[in-house]
């Protein structure tokens, strides 16, 4: 499935994707402070295309005139939430490269997913979450219509092998339709 927004192309993840990958993922401001760790090589990118990005409702965020994967957004089923979920809930998960913070672009590609969620897969609520210190992600959920629902702390960081606190947010079908 692709999702096209004003300025972008949310798109499944294609192995030729892999520079673009490695260029934004190498950089330490942006895995680790979302729970994953940087990454090492273009090889190691390549992998991760295969594994993780080639899960269900895992997308490129590409700007719509290169169509070219500046980040990620992926929904994440009731079974394999971070956090409590029902069977009617979804979780959102997402990053960006640090050339493109600041400019809206992750927001959009957050709302389209949102309509996804509500008017495609019929979902009654999401989830997301932040660990502490990660305001940009915080300050996206916000302007997406999520509020503060409840922190977790000491949750293990498996892919970083640490510990961490984690707030999440929250946001009802009821509510994504006030906002639009």
Not at 34 to 41: D, E, F, I, R
Not at 139 to 159: A, I, S, W
Not at 163 to 175: A, S
């Amino acid at each position: 499935m692709t999702f096209i927004t004003e300025r972008l192309i949310i798109r499944p993840w294609e192995e030729s994707d892999v520079n673009d990958l490695y260029e934004y993922a190498k950089e330490p401001a942006v895995g680790p402070i979302a729970g994953w760790p940087v990454h090492t090589s273009v090889e190691n990118s390549l992998e991760i295309i295969r594994t993780v990005l080639s899960a269900d409702e895992t997308y490129a965020v590409c700007l719509k005139e290169t169509n070219r994967p500046i980040g990620s957004v992926g929904l994440i089923p009731p079974s394999q939430c971070h956090t409590k979920a029902s069977d009617t809930e979804m979780e959102i998960g997402y990053w960006i490269g640090v050339p493109y913070w600041g400019n809206g672009y992750m927001p959009e590609a957050v709302r389209a997913l949102q309509k996804h969620v509500f008017e495609d897969l019929g979902c009654t609520a999401m989830w997301c979450g932040y660990y502490d210190g990660n305001e940009k992600s915080k300050r996206c959920q916000e302007k997406c219509g999520f509020t503060y629902h409840h922190t977790e702390e000491n949750k293990p960081c498996v892919l970083m092998g640490d510990v961490r606190t984690e707030h999440y947010t929250y946001l009802t079908k009821e509510q994504w339709k006030k906002l639009k």
